[in-house]
């Protein structure tokens, strides 16, 4: 019998305050989860609860702490782990979006050098991602990113 994983419904619950644009309770949310369970908490709790927060950053500096947070935790979760949560999850299939997040924060910052080091590092684990919205999504996103990188000479910060 699976217990009930109480930390990680009370994170869903501010990821929904996030979705229906309640910005400020989400990071209120986020913030008071993040107090209970850092640094040594549950590495799974620790990579939702961080990749969610870094998007509710208004200082793209901020943003790259989280993200930076989420990547370091997502090291520490199993597959099995995962799979606790949701059956069809494999750690690997986080590091798409977690290296794409931090190559966007990267080029945020004007560090193209670094962006493009994440680029490729999401790059690398696109075969984890499904044949599904989520996936495409991803995908899309890495693309538009690649192509303005592209455009764009190194720069170092």
Excluded at 63 to 87: G, I, K, N, P
Aim: net charge negative; proline share 4%; aromatic share 6%.
């Amino acid at each position: 019998m699976t217990t009930e994983d109480k930390t990680m419904k009370r994170i869903e619950e501010a990821m929904e305050l996030q979705r229906t644009g309640d910005t400020d309770g989400a990071r209120e949310r986020f913030g008071e989860i993040w107090a209970e369970i850092a640094p040594d908490g549950d590495p799974f709790h620790r990579c939702v609860l961080a990749h969610y927060m870094a998007d509710l950053q208004p200082d793209p500096r901020d943003e790259l702490a989280w993200d930076l947070r989420a990547l370091d935790a997502a090291a520490s979760v199993t597959d099995d782990r995962a799979r606790q949560h949701d059956a069809s999850l494999a750690i690997r299939g986080f590091y798409p979006s977690l290296h794409l997040n931090l190559a966007a924060d990267f080029h945020r910052l004007e560090d193209t050098a670094q962006a493009r080091t994440h680029l490729a590092r999401a790059q690398e684990h696109l075969d984890a991602l499904g044949d599904d919205d989520y996936g495409h999504g991803i995908r899309s996103a890495i693309q538009r990113l690649a192509d303005r990188l592209a455009e764009e000479a190194p720069r170092h910060r």
